[in-house]
């Protein structure tokens, strides 16, 4: 049997090799890190001083770990100097509040039929509960956010929308009025220009003013379409809860162009509640903005990298 001693060195001698392991360990995760840093340099140049419009779904805005993750996106993009406005949305939490106010609610092709009742609702959920907690997350996370609605300076002027529904015993096609349902009939981008001069960022609820002095409720992917093309944004970013456009054997489609895009459609690659996102991003670009990106906002700082990697997440639509 060896004496005590040597018992004693060998376990020191173990010690000494884990420490250095760990001290090994850490330069490597340092160094690792500097490298993720070096290669975002470029990236966050690029998107210096730049607009960069993000729509955020309402399905992601109920858990509130996605909250805190997208907040902490967005005050670090404010804080490398790129010039982040958010756009959300918050269907789900209208649904529920409607619920519990024992409202019925309607839909036709997708649009909430809105009554004045219901548009009292949407106004209230949308441009106070949702605007003020995402507006209060991003200050959590170190950013300076002002919430607005379409209807502050005048931002969205909003028109009538009208559905087209088809007999179910025919083949004629009628209009249904939606009630207060609208969609941008011009954007003035003023007080959201004012905002980001003064290094604050614009959370935009989307809820506008008719010419008629009524409230109507816009689609937010709509809106941020809209919005992404007035400001000429350098980025539109959707996030969805999926992954992107699909090829037909369900294969992520990374780059397209609007005619490309277009084509995806007509030949009915591009099915479903797809198609208006797709629509949107078109819009967007077509509208001003430099290129729009559809892709999964439950990723974990999914607009990070999309942004300030090389390969990106999503699918990105350009004028080609």
């Known amino acids: 049997m060896a004496p005590p001693s040597i018992w004693s060195w060998l376990d020191h001698a173990v010690k ?34 730049k607009t960069i419009l993000i729509k955020f779904g309402g399905h992601a805005m109920g858990k509130a770990d996605y909250v805190k993750a997208f907040a902490s996106d967005i005050a670090l993009l404010d804080q490398v100097g790129a010039r982040p406005v958010v756009v959300h949305g918050g269907g789900p939490q209208i649904g529920e509040m409607l619920t519990k106010l024992k409202i019925e609610s309607k839909f036709i092709d997708g649009l909430r039929v809105t009554d004045e009742a219901t548009i009292s609702v949407v106004e209230m959920v949308l441009a106070g509960g949702i605007n003020k907690a995402l507006v209060a997350a991003i200050a959590s996370a170190g950013g300076r956010a002002v919430g607005v609605s379409g209807k502050d300076g005048g931002l969205i002027t909003a028109r009538k929308l009208m559905a087209v529904a088809k007999s179910s015993d025919s083949a004629i096609q009628k209009a249904v009025d939606l009630g207060f349902v609208g969609e941008p009939a011009n954007i ?24 008629d002095g009524k409230t109507y409720n816009i689609n937010a992917d709509t809106a941020a379409g809209a919005i992404a ?8 970013l959707m996030l969805t809860d999926v992954s992107g456009v699909q090829d037909k054997d369900g294969n992520l489609i990374s780059s397209l162009t609007i005619s490309q895009a277009e084509g995806l459609i007509r030949d009915g690659t591009v099915l479903g509640g797809m198609i208006p996102k797709v629509e949107t991003c078109i819009e967007a670009v077509q509208g001003g903005a430099e290129g729009a990106v559809i892709m999964d906002g439950r990723v974990p700082h999914a607009l990070l990298v999309e942004l300030f990697t090389e390969h990106g997440m999503g699918t990105i639509i350009t004028a080609g």
Request: glycine share 6%; charged share 20%.
């Open 16 to 49: 000494v090799i884990e420490m250095e392991n760990t001290a090994d360990q850490m330069q490597i995760d340092l160094l690792a890190k500097t490298g993720m840093l070096v290669e975002t340099l470029p990236f966050m140049r690029r998107y210096s001083d």
């Open 188 to 211: 003035d981008v003023a007080v959201l220009d004012a905002l980001l001069m003064h290094n604050l960022i614009p959370v935009v609820a989307p809820v506008g003013g008719g010419e």
């Open 229 to 236: 093309a007035a400001l000429n944004a350098k980025r539109m």
